[in-house]
């Protein structure tokens, strides 16, 4: 069920170049979310923009929503301009999450594709689901203020008094980074920048390929993923040469997130369309037609 409120701004800080971490006053939205869903925001607290933006639902803490989002057009340029104190329209949670069902997932994030992911690598971690996060931008501008930002929301724990488990959490990963050569343990985030300034240099699918060739036990058992239509189609052409399951989700333009302006249509296998909006936008890659993306 989709409820519309009048959410009051707690905070909207920049966490990286033209990145900013909105924080909203939403209870019943946040109690209601699931990773991988997302909300419609109208951007501005006044009457323009008429028309409301998606955006996915990074996190929730407590009775707050967290939105992680880019500054690119007109809208998300207003949305940087809103100050702490003010309300803004926000309707959700809407669309389709991803399945957790899962015991070693490999969650792969290109760019932005790290707004959702962060929610999912919050709650598996909360679930005690080994999981690896595979991260890839352009540059260590472009992806280190998103990797910190997933730290945070998993330090999140802390408030919860569980301060053994993110003692834990943080040995696995110094463990990791000293032995580069072992399995990779859970939380852990290996990266990728096209010109090596940050992490590998390369693209995300790189380390994907490379995590099909660990041993059985740390081989991923799903790839749930999200970024740029390209990358995905490239995870999801991995995913079935390996016979692994695979989840995307998927950005599309929208003007209504309820399915009637089927703005978000996405080619289906076997023809017909999917509404990113309604049966995503998180989706079974196999469902979704790839050469017509």
Known sequence: MSISLNAKVMSNQPVGPEIFLLTLEAPAIADAARPGQFVMLRVSPGPEPLLARPFS???????????????KGK???????VRPGSELLVWGPLGSGFDLDVERPALVAGGMGMAPIGFVA?????RDVPFQVLSGGATKEAIEGLEKKLEALLRGRLEHGKVDRFRAFMAAKMQDALTPSTPPLSGTCTTTTLDGSYGQRGIVTDILQDSFSLPASARPDAVLACGPLPMLGAVAAMCDEQDVPCQVSLEAPMACGVGACLGCAIPAAGGGYLRACQEGPVMD???????KV
């Open 57 to 71: 639902i990074h996190g929730v803490e407590g009775d707050k929503l967290l939105i992680l989002y880019q500054v």
């Open 75 to 81: 809208g998300t340029k207003l949305l940087a301009q």
């Open 122 to 126: 919050k709650v598996l971690e909360e």
């Open 285 to 291: 890659a196999s469902t979704v037609d790839w050469d």
